[in-house]
């Protein structure tokens, strides 16, 4: 017998088929390198939050004066929807899923994504649905103005009779998305599952990984609803089927369950890597382990269930019987047990810790504060009198801005200058870095605050004139949300310049635990020259454990 | 040592009072933030607003206090660069706030169930399939303690349409673009809409109920306090969803009665609509600064325009 040896054969799927890093060019190639994709989805998905952003100020322009005198009734409606489509499915989610490509392979100890090819084209996706949503401004008609729930039979009204109008291209991207975020799902549940290092059980897991595992459990089984309802409102726009015109027969209030049955977990989807973010940035800069870590890693999975069984709360006054009100009701407030046991744990890590108040740290102590605001707010609204007040009022615009922008956005921040150094290899600037964790905070209270007063008063959303009564807040609301505007310039500032020309950055500057930690920064392809053989929980601070069998920092 | 921990209590016991104050007084404010209780059912629900803010004020405040203490108190020092104590975790501690919260639920869960069942507002159409196993009276007797006055109930017609109310008063056959409603009636809408989903929400009664296209949805509710309010469209329908308002008019039942019959002698006439004068402007310009639009309903012939 003779001895083949191993290491010379490559069998052609072994074969590396990534290029090195380092080349700009890279960030506008078809690569399947989950770093590069990662990066790719986090930029691609900051410019629409821009863009998203822009819409937003020419509403709260409009919002300055009780009148309609600055844009046109159609444009203003058509900003606020796609204000809210632009923000959801190219600024939180895609932004989410780019942290989630670049950390979790970095964090299970995998050399890349169970399928790297399927990964890059769920990336290239989000672009195609970008060009979409923005050429609709360019055809007659102008863009889709149903608002982002683009509830029927609004949304089946077609003034401009054409065939390709503003509402198909909207549901064509919509679609479009839902597909790439079921390819994402599927590809990071796999990753999860099979591609832990030798070691890594699931109670060793860090918890942004817990996180996304759960948010992406979510979108296997609730995306399918809502990307069949927009195929099915577009079938009733182009191809004369009545699933939801009531003119013809169908069911308006049947596009609201499949639109809700999916998006309402779609914000667990975006909330739970935030509070994955948390729970990796508190003890790191607290110097102390997570506390409760397993109960806080349940939980994730406890919200994921639950978020399946709340939708209508989004429907108490969608004719909905009482019974349903009240069972749904029900199950809401239950979504705080598992996010309040979250929230204690983190304020218990913090307690009694060696705190430093770096830019990450502060973006989510700043985060963790308004949420704990927005929960409260939530539960507010989840009880059905206290709804059929505030439903479809500034109430309701209040409370999800505090978790979209108060937790997630800021939450996103948080994670961006936390993982700057590895991504980059470079430092940023702290002092620029405050500067834009105070604009926020700010803007973020000074916009977001006055909605509530607002919405207790009656003031409806989704309107382009209102009563004189409630201009002073609507000022205010104003006002704040071009100081918010105005703090992402110091982030673009800083971000630009220190990439470019930043001080080096350490393998790991924050004196982290973490697999991500150990590798240079930026991570080599491939990550790991070897796979790390994981033999301690996460989170060992103070308690001066190796890690890893392995790798040596 | 000893002293210290005497100290960490009167500490926590001060910081403890100090919240509980302060919710409550938060908790009285909320009142201040809404408008004015115009129906039976505003004063249930208000309660449970200001309730809901007490509790949240409470949890805000222990949560956000706590959490600032650590920031000002537990800084490392300048060149420390050791750890915290390796903490992970204490049963008791994470047994208590998981059942505060699940009690807390259930408490909430059942004061609105309360309120919810005191309200009524879906009609009888509703009551036929919901049994009420607690057999709470409505909520104008719970106000009021007068239940007789809960009858006789008073019909009202609604219609919905891009972007304009009528109303039409089967009693007299009359219709207006205006809402009159008697107080200390209960009132039983019919509400109907000839297109697109819409929805009836006046502030100072704090109700609010979707309108869907093909559906007689029933509402009920009982205003209390004569004056002027406003019915705006609460769920998107459109271009001129904006200018979708109306006033309502609660007025003392003899007030209502005399509007009925002099309402009842004039002829109808064209109402004036925001949306149909706006769409009219609009078209009118030479340079078009929007998309086209759905053309707005013709304004309606009505008895009293309002």
């Known amino acids: 017998m003779t001895n083949v040896p191993i290491e010379g054969i490559l069998l052609p799927n072994e074969k590396p088929n990534h290029e090195s890093p380092g080349n700009w060019k890279e960030y506008f190639s078809f690569s399947t390198d989950h770093k590069v994709i990662g990066i790719q989805y986090l930029v691609t998905s900051f410019f629409f939050f821009l863009v998203g952003g822009i819409f937003a100020m020419v509403m709260r322009g409009e919002l300055m004066t009780p009148e309609s005198d600055l844009v046109d009734r159609t444009v203003y409606n058509g900003m606020f929807t796609m204000h809210g489509t632009v923000m959801l499915f190219l600024w939180t989610f895609p932004s989410l899923v780019g942290f989630a490509n670049y950390l979790v392979p970095l964090m299970i100890g995998a050399r890349d994504m169970a399928f790297p090819r399927l990964n890059a084209v769920a990336f290239w996706m989000v672009p195609v649905v970008g060009i979409i949503m923005m050429g609709s401004f360019f055809i007659p008609g102008g863009p ?70 759960s948010a992406q459990i979510i979108q296997l089984f609730g995306l399918p609803a809502l990307t069949a309802g927009a195929v099915m409102l577009l079938l009733d726009l182009t191809a004369g089927t009545a699933f939801f015109d009531p003119a013809r027969g169908g069911n308006p209030v049947m596009f609201q369950h499949y639109f809700w049955f999916y998006s309402h977990p779609a914000v667990y989807v975006i909330i739970l890597p935030i509070f994955g973010i948390f729970s990796e940035i508190f003890p790191v800069y607290s110097r102390k382990p997570l506390f409760g870590y397993k109960v806080v890693a349940v939980s994730s999975i406890l919200i994921a269930v639950v978020s399946g069984i709340v939708w209508v709360h989004h429907m108490y006054v969608s004719g909905t019987p009482g019974w349903l009100r009240l069972i749904f009701m029900l199950t809401t407030m239950f979504v705080s047990v598992p996010t309040g046991i979250k929230v204690f744990a983190w304020v218990a890590t913090i307690w009694g810790g060696k705190l430093r108040l770096n830019t990450a740290m ?16 939530g539960i507010m609204l989840s009880s059905v009198p206290v709804d059929v007040h505030v439903n479809n009022t500034y109430f309701v615009v209040g409370h999800f801005h505090y978790v979209l922008y108060g937790t997630v956005t800021m939450g996103l921040f948080a994670a961006i200058y936390h993982w700057f150094p590895k991504m980059t290899g470079r430092m940023y600037s702290e002092s620029w870095g405050k500067i834009h964790f105070w604009l926020a905070f700010i803007g973020t209270n000074l916009n977001f605050l006055p909605m509530h007063p607002l919405g207790l008063q009656g003031m409806l959303r989704r309107v382009a004139s209102y009563a004189p009564e409630y201009q002073f807040w609507n000022v205010i609301a104003s006002l704040g949300g071009f100081l918010l505007g105005m703090s992402t310039l110091p982030f673009i500032f800083n971000m630009v310049i220190s990439w470019m020309q930043g001080e080096k950055a350490p393998n790991n500057p924050w004196r982290a635990i973490g697999l991500e930690w150990m590798v240079s920064s930026p991570p080599p392809v491939e990550n790991f020259e070897e796979i790390p053989i994981i033999i301690s929980e996460p989170y060992g601070y103070g308690k001066s454990e190796p890690l890893t069998a392995n790798l040596s920092e | 040592m000893k002293i210290q921990k ?46 809901l803010v ?92 007068t239940p007789a006055l809960a009858e006789p109930v008073e019909k009202i017609d609604v219609l919905a349409k891009q972007w304009v109310w009528v109303f039409h008063y089967p009693e007299r056959d009359i219709t207006s673009t205006e809402l ?29 109920q979707d309108i869907i296209p093909n559906h007689a949805i029933d509402f009920e509710f009982t205003p209390i306090r004569p004056g002027k309010y406003s019915l705006t469209d609460s769920q998107y329908s459109g271009t001129y969803f904006a200018t ?63």
């Open chain 2, 244 to 306: 979708m308002q109306a006033n309502v008019i609660v007025e003392s039942p003899e007030d209502y009665q005399q509007w009925l019959a002099q309402t009842a002698t004039q002829k109808p006439s064209l109402a004036t609509n925001q949306a149909a004068s706006e769409y009219a402007q609009t078209s009118n310009q030479s340079v078009q600064t929007g998309w086209v639009t759905v053309p707005p309903a013709a304004p309606p012939l009505v008895n009293s325009p309002g």
């Open chain 2, 54 to 145: 007490t509790l949240g004020a409470f949890i805000f405040l222990g949560v956000t206090s706590t959490l600032m203490y650590s920031v000002i108190f537990h800084r490392a020092v300048k060149d420390d660069f050791t750890d915290g104590p390796p903490i992970e975790g204490n049963i008791a501690l994470e047994v208590v706030w998981t059942a505060i919260p699940i009690l807390l639920v259930l408490w909430i869960a059942g004061y609105s169930y309360q309120v919810y069942e005191q309200m009524g507002i879906q009609g009888p159409s509703e009551l036929v399939h919901l049994h009420n196993p607690l057999g709470m009276e409505s909520a104008y007797a719970e106000a009021k303690d």
């Open chain 1, 144 to 213: 889709a103005q149903a608002g982002w729930w683009a509830y029927p039979p609004v949304s089946l009204q077609n003034p401009t009779g054409n065939l390709i109008n503003g509402q198909v291209l909207w549901l064509l991207a919509v679609a479009i998305s839902g597909v790439s975020s079921i390819m994402g799902a599927v590809n990071f549940v796999t990753t999860i599952v099979k591609m832990r290092a030798p070691g890594m059980g699931f109670f060793r897991m860090p918890l942004f990984v817990w996180a996304v595992f």
């Open chain 1, 362 to 377: 502060l973006f989510a102590l700043g985060g963790l504060i308004m949420f704990v605001f927005a929960g409260i707010t």
């Open chain 2, 6 to 51: 005497i100290l960490n209590i009167l500490t926590l016991l001060t910081g403890a009072i100090a919240v509980t104050v302060t919710s409550l007084w938060i908790g009285k404010q909320a009142y201040s933030w809404l408008p004015p209780q115009a129906a039976a059912e505003s004063l249930l629900i208000d309660d449970l607003i200001s309730f």
């Open chain 2, 180 to 208: 009159h409603l008697p107080s200390d009636r209960r009132i039983r809408l019919a509400l109907k809409s000839q297109d697109v989903l819409h929805g009836f929400y006046i502030p100072a009664f704090r109700l609010k």
